[in-house]
T-cell receptor
Framework: GEDVEQSLFLSVREGDSSVINCTYTDSSSTYLYWYKQEPGAGLQLLTYIFSNMDMKQDQRLTVLLNKKDKHLSLRIADTQTGDSAIYFC???????????FGAGTRLAVHP | DARVTQTPRHKVTEMGQEVTMRCQPILGHNTVFWYRQTMMQGLELLAYFRNRAPLDDSGMPKDRFSAEMPDATLATLKIQPSEPRDSAVYFCASAPTTTDTQYFGPGTRLTVL
């Protein structure tokens, strides 16, 4: 069945780049998403990429998609303490906009 | 700034009691989702509606959970009777047809004692 996998934890120094990785199984996925969840809050949509794209950039965020390997990554440039959160990768599955989420990667930013 | 709203934000109840959670989707969004988040299971899709009609509720325990959309501005998720294992954060999300991007509410944190 469909599955999305992420590493659970990433620690980076403030000012460095962060790269969060995700693998998915459904080759027919049309959209792939990155959401951010801060403590006690809901999920905030960060960005998404359509499956016919290889890369999408939005300010400090860069999304890379390797369809052959079913690998998605999120790069955050100049990581700040405010970027500390859990980041969820999700793939859209099926015709009714069903999202399958990964377990989330906890990003810790230290001075 | 349009947002999905959920009430209550926190709910503590005793086992066996009925719990009703409410969601107001973003105006104009015609698809509504209910998710449950726990440490063990992560984010699970419970049910979703399009144009107020249930499309898929296969993720929901049918014996005690029910989800409805009495009108386009209100979605409800009810648990009766509640059990300690239902303790979780319940999120509602809505999406417009045009982009299908889901926007999440702040969640209802449910604790069943």
């Amino acid at each position: 069945g469909e599955d999305v996998e992420q590493s659970l934890f990433l620690s980076v120094r403030e000012g460095d780049s962060s790269v969060i990785n995700c693998t998915y199984t459904d080759s027919s996925s049309t959209y792939l998403y990155w959401y951010k969840q801060e403590p006690g809050a809901g999920l905030q949509l960060l960005t998404y990429i359509f499956s016919n794209m290889d890369m999408k950039q939005d300010q400090r965020l860069t999304v890379l998609l390797n369809k052959k390997d079913k690998h998605l990554s999120l790069r955050i440039a100049d990581t700040q303490t405010g970027d500390s959160a859990i980041y969820f990768c999700a793939e859209r599955f099926g015709g009714y906009n069903k999202l399958i989420f990964g377990a989330g990667t906890r990003l810790a930013v230290h001075p | 700034d349009a947002r999905v709203t959920q009430t209550p934000r926190h709910k503590v109840t005793e086992m066996g009691q009925e719990v009703t959670m409410r969601c107001q989707p973003i105006l104009g969004h015609n698809t509504v989702f209910w998710y449950r988040q726990t440490m063990m299971q992560g984010l699970e899709l419970l049910a979703y509606f399009r144009n107020r009609a249930p499309l898929d509720d296969s993720g929901m325990p049918k014996d005690r959970f029910s989800a409805e959309m009495p009108d386009a501005t209100l979605a409800t998720l009810k648990i009766q009777p509640s059990e300690p294992r239902d303790s979780a954060v319940y999120f509602c999300a809505s999406a417009p047809t045009t982009t299908d991007t889901q926007y999440f509410g702040p969640g209802t944190r449910l604790t069943v004692l």
